[in-house]
């Protein structure tokens, strides 16, 4: 994906990219998104690992740590991706783990929310 050419198709909205087609991601990875109704690279990157991640586990597909880190791999930097392992080695390991708690804790809070409601209405 370091192609130039590549690189300019895609800007220019020519070459439609499959998550089968990011760094890190096979057939599974994309059967395993689908399910949460992310079916295209586009998609990906506008849902962003750390909220794919979450609705993963929300879902029940129980992904691994390194499911976190090679869907941020995939997307930075677009489009050419960066391995899972530096990902999971390097500085965002923290802030990622972090940004996944936070997602959670809220997602808890909303449905907490939701539920006094229903009970006082």
């Known amino acids: 994906m370091r192609?130039?050419?590549v690189r300019q198709r895609i800007a220019a909205g020519k070459l439609?990219?499959?998550?089968?087609?990011l760094r890190n991601l096979g057939v599974k990875s994309e059967q395993l998104l689908a399910g949460i109704g992310i079916r295209s690279a586009d998609e990906l990157r506008r849902q962003g690992a750390v909220r794919s991640?979450?609705?993963?586990?929300?879902a029940g597909a129980s992904p691994s740590l390194n499911m976190l880190w090679a869907l941020a791999g995939a997307l930075e930097p677009w489009p050419e991706g960066t391995h899972?392992?530096?990902?999971?080695?390097?500085d965002a390991r923290l802030s990622l783990l972090l940004a996944v708690e936070d997602l959670e804790?809220?997602?808890?809070?909303?449905?907490?929310?939701?539920?006094v409601g229903r009970l006082a209405g």
């Open 84 to 90: 899972w392992r530096e990902i999971a080695r390097g």
């Open 105 to 115: 804790k809220s997602a808890q809070t909303r449905s907490g929310d939701a539920r």
């Open 16 to 21: 439609k990219l499959r998550i089968r087609d």
């Open 53 to 58: 991640y979450a609705e993963l586990r929300r």
């Open 3 to 5: 192609n130039s050419k």
